[in-house]
């Protein structure tokens, strides 16, 4: 096991809010999303690198239409088989991209973030076996998995992080002391809006 993996021992996971249960494959998160109205496609299975499954929604023709866009559409993705341990950013983009059909006030009312021990029980071998990259803010340390992460859309998120900071009216020691404090009671919420602060922590206690 890589050094950094026992050191760390946290990784992020999507949770299905209504039932606050993780979800930590396609095989649970595609009936979740047919009630919501998206198909599962097949997984593009690449045998060197990740692979990945995509997701389309049923109703994006008329929805897009009524947008009067000529952008393209964002299509929801996820890395296959396992969707845990990814990096917030793949979250993030992954959740952005059912908000731009469902449009929900709140995404988090869905599905949101949280953090798990890397070794629970049926996980442990799998986690262990697998290729773990750090992911960090400040003091706060989680691994996620190698290759699920690609350049653009690390480019759009810190993008979007520094325009934050650019358009922000607090001083310089302001926004040093509040980031202290966010990352200190919350982990993540100064870089992604998918769930309360206080809810992205380690689960020790879930079996």
């Known amino acids: 096991m890589d050094e950094y993996l026992k050191q ?13 249960k993780p979800i930590m494959t396609h095989d649970e998160l595609e009936p979740i999303m047919a009630t919501l109205g998206f198909v599962g496609l ?18 994006a023709h008329s929805l897009i239409k009524s947008m009067s866009t000529t952008e393209r559409p964002p299509i ?26 469902l449009q929900k006030y709140n995404i988090s009312d869905v599905f949101h973030i949280r953090g798990l021990p890397l070794s629970q029980n049926q ?32 480019d759009l998120y810190e993008s979007q992080e520094s325009n934050n900071d ?27 809006n998918v769930v309360d ?3 992205i922590i380690t689960q020790q206690d879930y079996q």
């Open 197 to 199: 602060l206080k809810d």
């Open 42 to 59: 097949e997984p593009v299975i690449n045998r060197d690198e990740i692979s990945w499954k995509s997701y389309v929604y049923s109703g």
């Open 166 to 192: 650019d358009n922000s009216d607090d001083t310089k020691e302001e926004k040093i002391d509040h980031h202290k404090e966010v990352i200190k009671n919350d982990i993540f919420e100064d870089i992604v």
């Open 8 to 20: 760390s021992k946290r990784k992020l996971v999507m949770w299905f809010t209504k039932t606050f």
């Open 123 to 154: 996980d442990q071998n799998q986690d262990q076996n697998r290729n773990w990259c750090r992911m960090y803010k400040e003091n706060i340390h989680y691994a996620y998995i190698e290759g699920t992460l690609d350049r653009t859309t690390i």
């Open 76 to 101: 929801p993705r996820l890395p296959y088989p396992r969707i845990d341990g990814l990096h917030i950013y793949t979250y993030r983009a992954f959740l952005d991209a059912i908000n731009f059909y």
